[in-house]
């Protein structure tokens, strides 16, 4: 069933260019592609896909049944909807989902929470992009990448998700060429359309550690800039302490204050390691032993006759069996000794 559809007028500028590069890749992908407004009655979700939500389109279109033993999770499921669900009904659904053709039936590839919101919505027709056959490993992957990407409360532990799927297809399709191959930002950058710069910043998330991983996961980071920036401090310590900072929500500008902190008591650190010790500690000298030291050094000939004559000013008034006396005394001699030897 065909049938005429509109765009919000305001909202059309806005996803014009995101629209047209995803039909773009899309058509690489699935090859012929159609666009039509379908039935909801006429689109089946796919049961090859794995699914979070355990909310089905019959209950979308018909009401949750209260005697269902997933009643409490489907209507978890429908609340997280409803905001959808308005938004479809005040500006009609502006990004189409992505199916194939099944027999007399559609089949879903991309697009399940729009789907579902359009029934929530009341809505008995939805604009589809229409594959003639179900694609399969990356192309599959590539195509619910774009489509889901264009959901704009799509987190991203999803993003990164879907990104791993794609990798994890492509690797798998390409492992005869090169038992050492690893995806690329450029191989990944024209799977997907994303630029290089983003295609990097998700491959050293996939790269990450399982700390930052799972921070992603729980939703505590959503700046991928700032993960890329927390990625590059090769420093395992560091890396925690940004990590935490990011965690309790510090602004951008003050974690990359904290990371230029944290690299220059780095280096000064490096430094005061490779420095030479210039002093020499000679540790607990006994009085006798001191006194000996002492003598030998007034009766040699090393020092000018005026510091020897300055040493043994001061050494009349040391009592040479007494530690704190000879403590004293060698306090003042030493730098009497230190101007000789500059």
């Known amino acids: 069933m065909v049938s005429k559809f509109k765009l919000n007028s305001v909202k059309t500028g806005e996803t014009k260019e995101a629209i047209s590069r995803t039909l773009a890749i899309a058509n690489d992908y699935a090859g012929e592609l159609s666009i039509e407004v379908l039935s909801l009655d006429k689109i089946e979700l796919d049961p090859e896909n794995n699914r979070e939500l355990a909310l089905t389109l019959h209950d979308a279109m018909n009401g949750i049944d209260p005697s269902d033993p997933d009643y409490a999770k489907k209507k978890n499921d429908w609340k997280s909807l409803e905001s959808l669900a308005k938004t479809i009904l005040d500006d009609q659904l502006i990004n189409p989902i992505f199916v194939y053709r099944f027999g007399n039936k559609c089949r879903l590839i991309a697009g399940e929470r729009r789907t579902l919101a359009s029934a929530i919505a009341g809505k008995k027709e939805i604009i589809a992009r229409i594959a003639s056959q179900r694609p399969v490993g990356t192309k599959l992957r590539v195509l619910q990448w774009i489509e889901n990407n264009e959901r704009v409360d799509l987190s991203l532990a999803e993003r990164v998700a ?58 505590k980071i959503e700046n991928i800039k700032l993960i890329e920036l927390i990625i590059s401090v090769e420093n395992a310590e560091h890396q925690q302490v940004l990590l935490k900072a990011a965690i309790k929500n510090l602004s951008f500008d003050a974690i990359v204050k904290l990371k230029k902190e944290l690299e220059f008591s780095l280096v000064t650190k490096k430094e005061i390691r490779g420095r030479k010790q210039l002093n020499v500690s000679l540790g607990k000298v006994k009085p006798n032993i001191a006194k000996i030291i002492f003598d030998a050094l007034v009766s040699s000939s090393i020092l000018h006759e005026s510091i020897v004559e300055q040493m043994n000013t001061i050494s009349n008034n040391v009592q040479w069996n007494n530690g704190k006396s000879v403590e004293e005394c060698f306090k003042k001699i030493i730098p009497l000794i230190a101007q000789e030897v500059r």
């Open 162 to 219: 879907s990104i791993e799927a794609i990798v994890k297809e492509y690797l798998n399709e390409n492992k005869d060429k090169n038992d050492n191959e690893k995806i690329t930002s450029k191989v990944l950058s024209d799977l997907t359309g994303m630029s290089i710069t983003q295609s990097r910043r998700y491959i050293l998330i996939l790269q990450a550690s399982p700390e930052i991983k799972q921070a992603i996961a729980e939703g």
